[in-house]
């Protein structure tokens, strides 16, 4: 059974940047058939896709075109988690952060949430 | 990127009624690669339907999908109690994967 644990904080202040773990249980940052997803959801904007990376003989990272600037998704192999860092934050992050699974692509198992604050 | 809209909004039905959900995206999805979700109030989504039309693990046969292109459909066949909740449906064959803004299936 994978299992997916969120952790990081809870408030960030605005111009900051925003940083997640996602530590993975019953299965590998590094397989060669999953991709490793964030997410997130807000009442304005819904369930937004950030992006994602995956192992295929070597690390891809995809990102949405509207982070693509501020985005960084990166694979720890040395203790099987994944993190997201957002940089330069603005209120308009606020949001609940998922990480998931993706098999091949579509979203099988998700973290917990984390509800992510952007304020002073 | 795939704009993915769902209709209706709400649906207001009893235990034992049959749900039909709509999800219709403005462009074709590729590869019919669209899946559905399940949220409840404080829970993050849960997979349901993966390709279209096939249940993801543990998810009883009441809940089916169909269509093609831009057209798609979810139905519950008899509503359980436990079914009350918001569903999201998502295309995940064009980067960016995007969803649905969501159906509430609430008790009528």
């Known amino acids: 059974q994978v299992q997916l644990q969120q952790s990081g904080p809870g408030l960030v202040k605005p111009s900051q940047t925003l940083s997640l773990t996602c530590a993975i249980s019953g299965d590998s940052v590094s397989s060669n058939s999953a991709a490793w997803n964030w997410i997130r959801q807000s009442p304005s904007r819904g369930l937004e896709w950030l992006g994602r990376?995956?192992?295929?003989?070597?690390?891809?990272?995809e990102y949405a075109v509207s982070m693509k600037s501020r985005i960084t998704i990166s694979p720890d192999t040395s203790k099987n988690q994944f993190s997201l860092q957002l940089n330069a934050v603005t209120p308009e992050d606020t949001a609940v952060y998922y990480c998931?699974?993706?098999?091949?692509?579509?979203?099988?198992?998700w973290g917990q949430g984390t509800l992510v604050t952007v304020s002073s | 990127e795939i704009v993915l809209t769902q209709s209706p909004g709400t649906l207001s039905l009893s235990p034992g009624e049959r749900a039909t959900l709509s999800c219709r995206a403005s462009?074709?999805?590729?590869?019919?690669?669209l899946a559905w979700y399940q949220q409840k109030p404080g829970q993050a989504p849960r997979l349901l339907i993966y390709g279209t039309s096939n249940r993801a693990t543990g998810i009883p046969d009441r809940f089916s999908g169909s269509g093609s292109g831009t057209d798609f459909t979810l139905t519950i066949s008899r509503l359980e109690p436990e079914d009350f909740a918001v569903y999201f449906c998502q295309q995940y064959g064009t980067s960016p994967w995007t969803f649905g803004q969501g159906t509430k299936v609430e008790t009528k």
């Open positions: 998931a699974r993706s098999v091949p692509r579509y979203l099988d198992y």
């Open positions: 990376t995956y192992y295929r003989s070597k690390w891809y990272n």
């Open positions: 462009q074709s999805v590729t590869s019919s690669y």
